[in-house]
Structure formats: structure tokens, C-alpha cells
């Protein structure tokens, strides 16, 4: 049986918000108590404050992440029995317990590019922004797509191997922002990066880009 609650935060929460609602119907009829499903929808409630503020950081970054995680474990911890107790393959199925395993198998890895733009009118910082090279004019991600592998390398010369690049980030929305050292004023960076799917998989590296740093 499926692990149904080790997807990302997006698939947790489509689970959790399935899950919550068929209990309160179908709860007693599986075995599970009364009190159990009122602290599930209670914590189903929390979880539905925690992670959009998280998503939107209305609150301080850490903070919101710190919160949402605390909210998702105990969420998780109150599941996990109930989720054992269905276990007929239908109703898994409505009660969105399979939903994580079938996310899995249609996750595609990725096969495009990004395209990569610097904004390098400030003094020691570059704001990198990326389309994907099939949709330019969108800045939706391809299908499957968690975030984008960002790398850097400052010098004249970049190593022909973009994995020989410095490591950036792994960021899901534009923009990032890179400040440099007041040493670098005046050399060139030149960036690269690659697609990442919800499963980890990576596709094809982008094509350079080089802009030189602001003093």
C-alpha cells in the first residue's frame, strides 16, 4: 500500500483537503472515532491557514515555513492511523489516498529549457528571471515542474561542464536575486540552469547567459 502523505506540500494538501471531507461521511463506517475525525478537520483547518500564508509569506518567511511545518506534522500524525483503517481500493481512491502514488507515475521528466534574463542595473546584484523556451511569452512552468536549478560561475572562461558551475539555488518562482562581493565589481557571471520536476528529475541545461557585475 502507498505511502499517501510523502508527496510535496501542493500534493499533501489536495490529499488532506480530500481526505477530511469523505472521513466526516464515511469516518464511523471504517472504524474511525468521532473525537478522531473532529481532530482531523481541526487540524485540516490549521494546515488550510498555515500553508497559504507560507505560500504567500503574509508573514516572516521563516516563520510562515516554520508554522507550516508544524502544522503538516501533526496534521500527518493524526492521518496516518486513520488512513490505515481504509482499505478498500475504491475507497482510497475517493477518499484521495491514492492520489500521491498516481501523481508520481505522470510526473514527466522534463524536456525542455529554460531561458534565462539578467537584470544588472544594480550595483553588485543581478536579478535573474526564466521562461520556459516552448512558452516564452508565459511564465508558467512546464507540466511537472517543481523549480529550477540555477548555477553560476564568475570569471572570464566557464567550464565547458555546467555541473563544474557554483550552485545558486533550487527556486520555484521568479525572481532570484544574487549579490555579490564588492570583489567581483566589474567581472563577468555567467549563468546557467535546468528544470527540476516534483520527483527530483532533471532536464537539459539552458544556454549561458552572461552579464557583467555592476560596481
Known amino acids: 500500500m502507498s505511502d499517501s502523505f510523502r508527496g510535496s506540500d501542493a500534493e499533501f494538501n489536495l490529499t488532506a483537503n480530500q481526505f477530511g471531507p469523505w472521513l466526516v461521511t464515511n469516518g464511523a463506517a471504517v472504524g474511525v472515532s468521532a473525537p478522531d475525525v473532529t481532530a482531523i ?36 500524525a493524526l492521518m496516518r492511523p486513520a488512513a490505515k483503517k481504509v482499505t478498500v481500493p475504491a475507497d482510497r481512491t475517493a477518499a484521495g489516498l491514492n492520489e500521491y502514488a498516481a501523481a508520481r507515475a505522470r510526473v514527466p521528466i522534463p524536456t525542455t529549457r529554460p531561458v534565462i534574463t539578467v537584470d544588472n542595473s544594480q ?29 553560476c560561475y ?44 516534483s520527483r527530483g528529475e532533471k532536464g537539459p541545461w539552458s544556454e549561458t547567459v552572461m552579464a557583467t557585475i555592476g560596481a
Open 123 to 151: 550595483r553588485l546584484s543581478q536579478t535573474l528571471r526564466w521562461r520556459d523556451e516552448a512558452t516564452p511569452g508565459s511564465r508558467k512552468k512546464p507540466d511537472g515542474v517543481k523549480a529550477i536549478e540555477l548555477r
Open 41 to 76: 478537520t481541526g487540524a485540516i483547518t490549521d494546515w488550510n491557514l498555515k500553508y497559504p500564508d507560507h505560500l504567500s509569506k503574509q508573514t516572516d518567511a521563516g516563520t510562515a515555513a516554520s508554522l507550516k511545518e508544524a502544522s503538516r506534522d501533526a496534521l500527518e
Open 154 to 197: 564568475i570569471g572570464d572562461t566557464p567550464p565547458a561542464d555546467p555541473e563544474d558551475y557554483h550552485y545558486c539555488a533550487n527556486d520555484s518562482a521568479e525572481p532570484y536575486v544574487m549579490d555579490h562581493d564588492a570583489a567581483d565589481a566589474k567581472k563577468n557571471a555567467h549563468f546557467v540552469g535546468r528544470w527540476e520536476n
